[in-house]
Nanobody, 127 residues
């Protein structure tokens, strides 16, 4: 069974940067896509960015230009670099993996595309 463990969250001031990591383990099959999602209190989980097995990436319009998603296949680790953070970026950030091969890829990525989830890492942007 796949395990996803996020790290790198924390508290930063507006304009700051963070780099989130998601380490995948316990699975030897194909991973078709990995993505980052976030969920603020009282709000739905929303897609931030995804890295697909064809080496393409998908980024939500709301964060485009401020984030970079990347995958280190040798380390089975997914990264999310976030810059110029804003208070509205405050949320729990989750890593997800698709091991089934979703038929549809959306922009932003949608939770229904993924079947494995991490426990999340909190990002708080406040002055």
């Amino acid at each position: 069974e796949m395990q996803l463990v996020e790290s790198g969250g924390g508290s930063v001031q507006p304009g700051g940067s963070l780099r989130l990591s998601c380490a995948a383990s316990g699975y030897t099959g194909s991973i078709y896509s990995m993505g980052w999602f976030r969920q603020a209190p009282g709000k739905e989980r929303q897609g931030v960015a995804a890295a697909d097995s064809d080496d393409s990436t998908r980024v939500a319009t709301s964060v485009r230009g401020r984030i970079t998603i990347s995958m280190d296949n040798a380390k089975n680790t997914l990264y999310l670099e976030m810059r110029n953070l804003k208070p509205e970026d405050t949320a729990m950030y989750y890593c997800a993996a698709d091991t089934r091969g979703a038929q549809r890829r959306r922009i932003p990525p949608h939770p229904s595309e993924y079947n494995a989830w991490g426990q999340g890492t909190q990002v708080t942007v406040s002055s």
